[in-house]
């Protein structure tokens, strides 16, 4: 019982930088049901199910929340759209990103404590970079999937999987050079 009133506490004396960035939570997982709708996904039950997950992820950042709020929306889109590729697949994933980021920053300061500026300036670019990624990649596999996908074969997965090796080289080359100018 005392961790609920930890909690209680921490939401009531949480600066407003902190605040501000709990509320993107919640904007991203309405995203996320926006494109679930649009693909003709979900339903009440599974509304109520993600809604709940989100609260409760604003609520407690710091904790399993926020994976078990990005696990049930993907279980219910999985388990609710039928086509393989839709236009609310981007609003989805872009929520979830924002969903995730957002817990991630809260997770990482303190709820009295000032966000400050530039570290949400940072956040935000990185955002941005995925989301950018994101948007070619569902551009992508939503130009292969206008072909039939017999006539394609592996195709469509062996870009994927191009894609996603070459995301993470890039990334490690990147991270490699950072780690060099630091010494």
């Known amino acids: 019982m005392r961790e609920i009133a930890d909690l209680v506490v921490d939401l009531r004396t949480a600066s407003r930088s902190h605040?501000?960035?709990r509320a993107l939570i919640l904007v991203g997982a309405v995203l996320y049901?926006?494109?679930?709708?649009?693909?003709?996904?979900?339903?009440?039950?599974?509304?109520?199910l993600f809604t709940t997950t989100a609260v409760f992820a604003v609520?407690?950042?710091h904790?399993?929340?926020p994976s078990l709020c990005l696990t049930v929306a993907v279980g219910i889109w999985w388990a609710s759209v039928e086509q393989t590729w839709h236009w609310?697949?981007?609003?989805?994933?872009?929520?979830?990103?924002?969903?995730?980021t957002a817990a991630?920053?809260?997770?990482?300061?303190?709820?009295q404590a000032i966000i400050p500026p530039e570290?949400?300036?940072?956040?935000?670019?990185r955002v941005g970079v995925v989301s950018a990624i994101t948007l070619g990649?569902?551009?992508?596999?939503?130009?292969?999937?206008?072909?039939?996908?017999t006539a394609l074969g592996a195709l469509p997965g062996l870009v994927g999987l191009f894609v996603v090796v070459l995301g993470l080289v890039g990334y490690l080359l990147w991270r490699g050079r950072g780690e060099q100018s630091v010494r």
Do not use: D, K, M
């Not at 990649?137 to 996908?149: F, I, K, N, Q």
């Open 119 to 125: 570290v949400l300036r940072t956040w935000a670019a």
């Open 59 to 61: 609520v407690q950042p």
């Open 104 to 111: 991630s920053l809260c997770a990482s300061t303190p709820p």
């Open 137 to 149: 990649v569902w551009g992508l596999a939503g130009l292969l999937l206008l072909r039939t996908s």
């Open 88 to 100: 609310g697949l981007l609003p989805a994933a872009l929520g979830l990103l924002l969903t995730h």
């Open 19 to 21: 605040l501000r960035v």
């Open 63 to 65: 904790a399993i929340a």
């Open 33 to 48: 049901l926006v494109g679930l709708l649009a693909a003709g996904g979900g339903g009440w039950a599974s509304g109520i």
